[in-house]
């Protein structure tokens, strides 16, 4: 017998007293599932905000991005399904490309021309690959910033995290820091990005001699693209103004690397004028 109730019958209490006191204790009875369930259930009831950050609504996690699983010994929590949809929007803010990916699709680019139709399998063939790189060179205009974005548009949606880097810009910034503290920081989200897409290496005004790229261009073009042939892990799409033909006459080592990497993912369009989108229509 309890040890209260006895000390109530000791006491000489009324059944009804007792009954009572009997009732009370019965209504604290310390349940220890169900009050798993109701700590669960207070946690995904809280609202979050990280639909204030990342525009993505989710009813299940309440924008917490983690849902709260009864457990008697230890409380769990788990990643919501919702988390999948923001790490994409989080890369794809980070890739760099935000402005470009809405507008550059697969679905949008047009094989109106045999060099978009070779783009276009090329891409498909790169895609098809875990270890391939791509490569698009030569004429200006004629749809490679397209279909690379495009590119890295489905490697985003099959959460692969990708990274932009406009060389033009990109590269000024890391030479000029070059011997700097903050230099091997910076190259290495380069050298080690899971994706990376070089847009325009060696960017150049005309292609003669006058824009040839200089020593330090070249050596921070082998750095990162050297790092990378080494990494089979890590994937690797580039357009250039140039041929790899060109590139190669400007350093070998560099070229050769993307040759090989590139090989049927590689696509040059010969320079013509009449090839340029932005001013053929």
């Not at 507008?103 to 021309?113: I, K, L, N, S, V």
Request: net charge neutral.
């Amino acid at each position: 017998m309890h040890p209260e109730i006895k000390e109530l019958l000791i006491q000489g209490q009324t059944l009804e007293a007792l009954d009572l006191h009997r009732h009370t204790e019965q209504a604290y009875v310390f349940d220890p599932v169900e009050r798993a369930k109701e700590r669960a259930a207070d946690y995904n009831a809280t609202p979050g905000s990280l639909h204030l950050h990342d525009g993505v609504e989710c009813a299940d996690c309440r924008n917490k991005g983690w849902v709260s699983v009864a457990r008697v010994a230890e409380d769990m929590l788990a990643p919501c399904s919702c988390m999948t949809q923001r790490r994409a929007v989080a890369q794809l803010r980070n890739s760099g490309l935000q402005d470009l990916i809405g507008r550059y699709t697969m679905d949008a680019f047009t094989e109106r021309m045999p060099w978009h139709q070779d783009m276009r399998k090329k891409a498909d063939a790169f895609l098809a690959s875990d270890s391939a790189w791509y490569f698009a060179g030569g004429q200006v205009g004629c749809g490679k910033t397209h279909i690379c974005t495009a590119i890295c548009a489905e490697l985003l949606q099959r959460g692969v995290s990708v990274r932009y880097m406009l060389w033009r810009d990109e590269s000024m910034r890391l030479k000029a820091i070059v011997n700097g503290p903050d230099y091997h920081e910076a190259v290495a989200a380069w050298k080690t990005a899971p994706a990376l897409y070089i847009d325009d290496l060696f960017k150049a005004a005309r292609a003669d001699a006058r824009d040839m790229p200089t020593g330090a261009d070249i050596r921070l073009a082998f750095e990162i693209i050297n790092h990378r042939y080494n990494d089979r892990k890590l994937r690797t799409i580039i357009s250039s103004e140039w041929m790899l033909e060109e590139i190669m006459r400007m350093d070998d080592g560099v070229a050769s690397r993307i040759f090989e990497r590139s090989k049927g993912c590689c696509v040059e369009i010969g320079r013509d004028a009449a090839r340029n989108h932005r001013i053929a229509g």
